[in-house]
């Protein structure tokens, strides 16, 4: 029987988002869910960003894609909360596609937002009260500080959640190629990377500072 994998999207995702990583797991039963999520049991589940922090919740295993472990102090909570309520005006009295460009502005989307694979057609098919919902209830400034036993990962131009991730003393393994949106920009790096990180939870092992890219064999990486 394959082991089953359970994806979370992120904010502004959708359980396509996930095709292209899971392409290159064929060996396992995949599955990549819609907000709300309803995790199945026995699963290994694999989130990103916002979907990476609805998994913090859950106790199954876990690999975690650019995803933030909390906010420390009520002055950071406060400052995130402030900003997201910004970003919630907007999407109650602006276009979704002015909402969109704004939102992909931030240079956490640098190496995404002109990507061949950057799914904006898909981004403007949003329904807007559910976005909401997600923003309010699922943000940072809600979540509770914690360093789960879980394993990391980043891409390579995501220089914020690397330093994030070494200033918390998090061990996380870096997908070349890639940034925030690692699973859109470099769906085999990712694939290549989670995959890593099942065979470390299966020894568990804690992860190293493996790099890879499109062109790295993974069993004869330097």
């Not at 869910?33 to 609805?54: E, T």
């Not at 400052?79 to 969109?100: A, C, G, N, V």
């Not at 057609?121 to 949003?126: G, I, M, T």
């Not at 990377?193 to 299966?202: D, H, N, P, V």
Request: proline letters at 7%; a negative charge; glycine letters at 6%.
């Amino acid at each position: 029987m394959k082991r089953s994998l359970v994806f979370l999207h992120g904010f502004l995702g959708s359980p396509q988002d996930w095709d292209g990583v899971i392409e290159y797991l064929p060996e396992y039963a995949c599955q990549a869910l819609s907000y709300p999520f309803q995790i199945p049991k026995n699963s290994i589940v694999i989130g990103y960003s916002m979907g990476g922090r609805i998994a913090l919740r859950s106790s199954q295993p876990k690999i975690l894609l650019s995803t933030h472990p909390g906010l420390k102090t009520p002055e950071e909570k406060a400052q995130r909360w402030h900003q997201d309520e910004l970003w919630i005006q907007k999407l109650k009295t602006e276009p979704l596609e002015s909402f969109l460009e704004a939102w992909y502005a931030q240079p956490l989307f640098d190496s995404l937002r002109n990507h061949p694979a950057f799914p904006k057609s898909r981004r403007l098919q949003q329904n807007r009260q559910v976005l909401i919902q997600m923003l309010s209830h699922e943000s940072l400034a809600h979540q509770e500080f914690t360093l789960p036993d879980a394993t990391f990962l980043h891409g390579q131009f995501d220089q914020k959640y690397a330093q994030l991730y070494q200033n918390l003393n998090i061990p996380s393994l870096e997908i070349s190629n890639a940034g925030h949106a690692a699973h859109l920009e470099n769906p085999q790096g990712c694939a290549e990377a989670i995959r890593e990180g099942l065979t470390m939870i299966s020894s568990e092992e804690k992860p190293l500072g493996n790099l890879y890219g499109n062109d790295i064999d993974p069993d004869n990486r330097c």
